[in-house]
């Protein structure tokens, strides 16, 4: 609509708007130059300013852009509440936009990527199968053309990005995406670039004349199989056919007699679709039907295909396995997740002994049979996000058993037989209903170094006879349950933990005794508990480096804590400090601290020495003042200090943060700085504090 608009008309439209809180960027496409303009920048306190233009297409669009500028000057000042235009913060401002260069250039539309939403086993198969189920596609090269923008000096308020006050200075570095000739692959969707899709015959005349084993029909939108395709390949052993519209395949697939591998996943195959030929293919031995149509019964002729070794179902709408499923004795993997299975899984399935991997995750699968323990091979059973009360005892036969998931189900107990497995090197049962644990159950599991018993009803830790519960686990997830306390030396036998959380439990307090024990630890969160001290023996911790400690009642750090030396993120976050302990300034290692929802007045001086702070959240205090020592942070990237209702002045070294990009000063009121300033926001206020430095120097020298 603009670039359709006589500039005269547009630039008064611009000008009656009221535009007094950001700066207005228009983008104006001109169809005849097929070229892409950047317009104008637009503030009520300051006049309008042309934009720099490259392009020797616009040279008259530029010319233009003058006229508006020479013309509407006054116009625009009359709307400022700032109407002079030598004012020294209009003219800071201005020159700051006009110092602004923004190049263009023609940029053709790409073809961005399609979605990729396969799940985890696609890209394992994949893998496996050492063919890719992926089309080709790629961004378009002009990106590459592009020329390369001048680099600018990063000066302070053209590198602050404003969180507060009521504008920005515009930035003057441009990104430029770089095109780095890699192409970009997916296995959902056909390749939706305007290219010429290859015919099948040419694809069927390579397979022919190369005496291929494979051939690759996929991703050309195919809705049918033409007839007598496969008439001169019958020698292939696989054939790719994803990514296309097929609903049914064709009788003609049984004149492929050596055919192992078929892949037809995500396509538009429902039951009907699956012709009773397909049971010729006797040496068929993976067949790939995930992301089709598959409703209701699993068809009849699958279960005739003896030889089959891999079977993916995933993404489809079965309800019911048949007992049937005994045929398939030389079945290794079972992919069924992500359907609508209700009824139990078949008694039959227990003579699969060859079974390796079972995939039933995403069902609504409420129990399973006991004939389960018989697949003693099995290595990856994986029943996540089911309905689930119980397991069967037998299912500690499954001696071999290296992953088993069972999260987000309804489980109120676990077998004591799941000691008998061993080999687990992960045990999960996140967000169930479970009360406690079978004695000696995890003392068994020594090979078990993740162990997740999160959202559950534990209110007592798990324990077990000589200590020897969590011995090898390096991960130990217990937040969101109902633990009050943490018993002596529940950790003290466990030399390999690192990482232990308990947030969002009902703790009150830490055994001074017992923290010694915790010296191993790399990672510890506390939060969401009912902590109001931390005991002096916090000082053991000396391998922490993230100490998370936020929604507890703290009213006080002790000194100790300035003794983790090693800590890099401490979260303080919704407690009730309202000063923080100088030996903070000893954790020299710190890289972000967050203080916010509390109730500081300021901050230590001995901030000055945290020379890896790289963040600060400190909003929704009381923070009246900032120490000067608050500009010797040389990474200091984000300070956060909004909602601090009584925060009127900011100390003029904090420009000396070189690196600071995020100053967030909203509902600050900065009573004591020039409101011209404030209004412009963190970019203009930084500079500010910049000048009087300067000038404060210049008086010091002059002195």
């Known amino acids: 609509w603009f670039s359709s608009c006589p500039f005269n008309f547009a630039s008064s439209w611009l000008d009656a708007g009221s535009f007094d809180r950001y700066f207005l960027v228009i983008i104006v496409h001109q169809q005849k130059l097929k070229t892409r303009i950047r317009g104008l920048f637009l503030c009520k306190t300051a006049c309008v300013c042309p934009v720099f233009m490259e392009s020797s297409h616009t040279r008259k669009l530029s010319q233009k852009f003058d006229a508006i500028e020479d013309k509407d000057v006054s116009a625009t000042a009359r709307h400022s509440p700032i109407t002079a235009l030598d004012n020294p913060v209009n003219s800071a401002l201005l020159k700051a936009l006009q110092s602004v260069a923004i190049s263009t250039s023609t940029v053709k539309p790409v073809d961005l990527p399609t979605e990729d939403t396969t799940d985890a086993h696609d890209d394992q198969f994949s893998s496996d199968n050492g063919e890719s189920n992926a089309p080709s596609g790629a961004f378009s090269d002009s990106y590459s053309k592009q020329p390369k923008l001048p680099q600018k000096s990063h000066s302070c308020r053209s590198r602050i990005r404003t969180t507060g006050g009521s504008s920005d200075i515009p930035k003057n570095v441009v990104h430029v995406l770089q095109n780095d000739g890699k192409k970009i692959r997916t296995a959902v969707r056909p390749n939706t670039k305007k290219e010429k899709v290859p015919d099948t015959t040419d694809e069927v005349a390579r397979c022919r004349e190369e005496r291929s084993s494979y051939l690759d029909l996929s991703h050309l939108g195919l809705q049918t199989l033409p007839a007598g395709i496969f008439k001169e390949v019958g020698f292939i052993e696989s054939l790719f056919l ?176 799941l000691a008998s497995c061993s080999r687990l090197d992960e045990f999960n049962v996140e967000n169930n209903q479970i009360y406690a644990l079978p004695p000696g159950l995890l003392s068994n599991l020594k090979l078990a170094r993740n162990i997740t018993l999160s959202r559950n009803l534990f209110n007592v830790f798990p324990t077990a006879a000589g200590g020897e519960c969590f011995c090898y686990a390096m991960t130990l997830n217990m937040d969101h349950n109902k633990i009050c306390e943490i018993p002596p030396n529940i950790l003290s036998q466990s030399g390999c933990l690192i990482k232990l959380n308990l947030r969002d439990n009902e703790i009150e307090a830490l055994i001074p005794e017992d923290l010694h024990t915790w010296d191993q630890l790399v990672e510890l969160d506390l939060g969401s508990n009912h902590l109001s001290t931390l005991p002096p023996e916090i000082e053991a911790l000396q391998a922490l480096e993230v100490f998370r400690l936020g929604y507890n009642q703290l009213k006080s750090l002790p000194q100790e804590v300035g003794c983790l030396k090693a800590l890099r993120i401490l979260d303080l976050e919704s407690n009730q400090l309202d000063v923080l302990p100088p030996s903070i300034g000893f954790l020299t290692s710190l890289e972000e601290l967050n203080v916010s929802c509390n109730r500081l007045t300021t901050f230590p001086s001995t901030i000055g020495s945290m020379l890896n702070l790289k963040q600060i959240k400190a909003g929704e205090n009381d923070i009246r003042e900032l120490p000067c ?60 504090l910049q000048q009087v430095l300067q000038l404060r120097r210049q008086n010091h020298t002059s002195l």
């Not at 790939?288 to 009849?300: F, I, K, M, S, T």
């Not at 009584?646 to 995020?662: K, Y």
């Open 629 to 688: 020592e608050i500009g010797n942070m040389p990474v200091l990237r984000d300070l956060h200090l909004n909602d601090n209702v009584n925060l009127n002045n900011l100390p003029a070294e904090l420009s000396l943060c070189s690196t600071l990009t995020i100053l967030g000063l909203e509902n600050c009121p900065l009573r004591d700085l020039p409101q011209p300033i404030v209004v412009h926001g963190s970019a203009m206020i930084i500079y500010f």
């Open 242 to 417: 994803y990514g296309n519209r097929l609903t049914s395949l064709s009788p003609s697939l049984c004149s492929l007699p050596n055919l192992h591998r078929l892949m037809l996943q995500q396509n538009w195959i429902t039951c009907c679709g699956l012709p009773n030929e397909i049971a010729k293919l006797t040496h068929l031995e993976v067949l790939d039907l995930r992301h089709n149509r598959l409703e209701g019964h699993l068809p009849a002729c699958i279960y005739k295909l003896f030889n089959l070794e891999q079977l993916i179902l995933s993404y489809n709408k079965l309800t019911v396995l048949s007992d049937d499923l005994k045929n398939l004795q030389r079945l290794t993997v079972l992919i069924l997740n992500r359907n609508f299975i209700r009824q139990s899984i078949p008694d039959t399935i227990g003579q699969l002994t060859r079974l390796t991997k079972l995939d039933l995750s995403y069902n609504h699968i409420e129990s399973l049979p006991s004939s389960l323990g018989n697949c003693t091979c099995l290595r990856e059973l994986n029943l996540q996000h089911n309905q689930l009360t119980h397991l069967p005892d037998s299912i500690g036969n499954l001696v071999n058993l290296t992953r088993l998931s069972l999260k987000y189900n309804r489980l109120v107990e676990i077998p004591l037989t």
